[in-house]
């Protein structure tokens, strides 16, 4: 299911961007762009960093601990269970 970007007149001038998905909820805003061209380049930067981007827990006692979906899973190199948390460190990601 294909989301959507949306770029919209920001309240107090400048632009948003909004992000929804194939059926049209609405999953996330941005900040606020001064031009079409800056929010254009936002979701040109959303797109590389949302496919690869490493979701880090920084809810209550959650501590930035790396959580890895299900659905990476089976791109892993080790057996994983859908939701194993990683400590991270200086040097990098450390299972626990």
Same mark, same amino acid.
């Given at each position: 299911m294909a989301g959507y970007f949306?770029?919209?007149?920001?309240? !107090?001038?400048?632009? &948003?961007?909004r992000l929804l998905d194939g059926t049209g909820t609405l999953v996330a805003v941005s900040v606020k762009y001064p031009t079409k061209e800056?929010?254009?380049?936002? +979701?040109?930067?959303? &797109?590389?960093?949302?496919?690869?981007?490493?979701?880090? !827990?920084?809810?209550?006692?959650g501590h930035g601990e790396i959580i +890895?979906?299900?659905?990476r899973v089976a791109h892993a190199t080790t057996r994983i269970h859908s939701h194993t948390r990683f400590q991270t460190t200086a040097r990098g990601v450390h299972s626990r």
């Amino acid at each position: 299911m294909a989301g959507y970007f949306e770029i919209t007149d920001a309240p !107090d001038g400048g632009f &948003r961007v909004r992000l929804l998905d194939g059926t049209g909820t609405l999953v996330a805003v941005s900040v606020k762009y001064p031009t079409k061209e800056a929010a254009v380049a936002g +979701i040109s930067w959303t &797109r590389e960093v949302a496919g690869t981007g490493l979701i880090r !827990d920084m809810s209550r006692g959650g501590h930035g601990e790396i959580i +890895i979906p299900k659905s990476r899973v089976a791109h892993a190199t080790t057996r994983i269970h859908s939701h194993t948390r990683f400590q991270t460190t200086a040097r990098g990601v450390h299972s626990r």
